[in-house]
């Protein structure tokens, strides 16, 4: 695994063989995946919508995602689904206030590194990256490499009351190498929802 710290958000088109970019303007160092070759998909430009649900966490999502409630057994009030009807695609979003709970607080970091090692079996490779954001939050983020069903994850945190984890996944049987060009389009969702995240009961939206 490589830790390394991001820069600069990609500003570029994604293009029929673009390498990700994962970056955001406030940190230093680089963080880039290895290059791969794509098939041809015709995708929307990204546009952006204001999350207006009442959660402890605010951020800008794309518009053609849907705000949908979390469907798991444990049923916490503050987890969510961003669904992409038209990719057939989610970004799992889960949430916990830890109250500067130091020992809660590890264990979820904890948790969220064995959460995205249990895809080692089909994963060839899994490059990590923490970056600090504009806001100045600490997030963490997983690019995984193979056919496996989650092939971006991350977490975000204030690192005293506050903790956010997601993971992208795809509703489909299509092989990840035709999938790469929406994967790399929602990974651009990802670092700019990651980019405008506040915590509401510290900031007002």
Same mark, same amino acid.
Request: proline letters at 6%.
């Given at each position: 695994?490589?830790?390394?710290?991001?820069?600069?958000?990609?500003?570029?088109?994604?293009?029929?063989?673009?390498?990700?970019?994962?970056?955001?303007?406030?940190?230093?160092?680089?963080?880039?995946?290895?290059?791969?070759?794509?098939?041809?998909?015709?995708?929307?430009?990204?546009?952006?919508?204001?999350?207006?649900?009442?959660?402890?966490?605010?951020?800008?999502?794309?518009?053609?995602?849907?705000?949908?409630?979390?469907?798991?057994?444990?049923?916490?009030?503050?987890?969510?689904?961003?669904?992409?009807?038209?990719?057939?695609?989610?970004?799992?979003?889960?949430?916990?206030?830890?109250?500067?709970?130091?020992? $809660? @607080?590890? &264990?979820?970091?904890?948790?969220?590194?064995?959460? !995205?090692? +249990?895809?080692?079996? /089909?994963?060839?490779?899994?490059?990590?990256?923490?970056?600090?954001?504009?806001?100045?939050?600490?997030?963490?983020?997983?690019?995984?490499?193979?056919?496996?069903?989650?092939?971006?994850?991350?977490?975000?945190?204030?690192?005293?009351?506050?903790?956010?984890?997601?993971?992208?996944?795809?509703?489909?049987?299509?092989?990840?190498?035709?999938?790469?060009?929406?994967? $790399? @389009?929602? &990974?651009?969702?990802?670092?700019?929802?990651?980019? !405008?995240? +506040?915590?509401?009961? /510290?900031?007002?939206?």
């Amino acid at each position: 695994m490589r830790l390394t710290k991001i820069r600069s958000l990609l500003k570029t088109p994604i293009t029929g063989f673009g390498i990700l970019a994962i970056s955001l303007f406030s940190c230093q160092g680089d963080f880039t995946p290895k290059p791969k070759g794509y098939n041809r998909i015709d995708l929307p430009e990204h546009a952006y919508q204001p999350l207006n649900e009442p959660h402890p966490y605010f951020f800008e999502y794309s518009k053609y995602a849907k705000v949908l409630d979390d469907t798991s057994y444990i049923a916490e009030p503050h987890w969510i689904d961003l669904y992409y009807p038209e990719f057939r695609s989610n970004i799992q979003i889960t949430y916990k206030n830890v109250r500067d709970d130091k020992k $809660e @607080f590890d &264990k979820l970091i904890n948790d969220a590194h064995k959460l !995205t090692s +249990k895809h080692n079996i /089909k994963a060839y490779a899994i490059d990590e990256g923490v970056i600090k954001t504009p806001n100045g939050n600490i997030a963490t983020v997983f690019e995984l490499q193979g056919q496996v069903p989650s092939q971006f994850q991350f977490y975000i945190t204030d690192s005293t009351d506050h903790f956010l984890r997601g993971a992208v996944y795809f509703r489909t049987a299509t092989k990840n190498d035709s999938l790469a060009p929406i994967i $790399e @389009f929602m &990974k651009r969702d990802v670092m700019h929802m990651l980019n !405008t995240l +506040k915590w509401v009961d /510290k900031e007002k939206k």
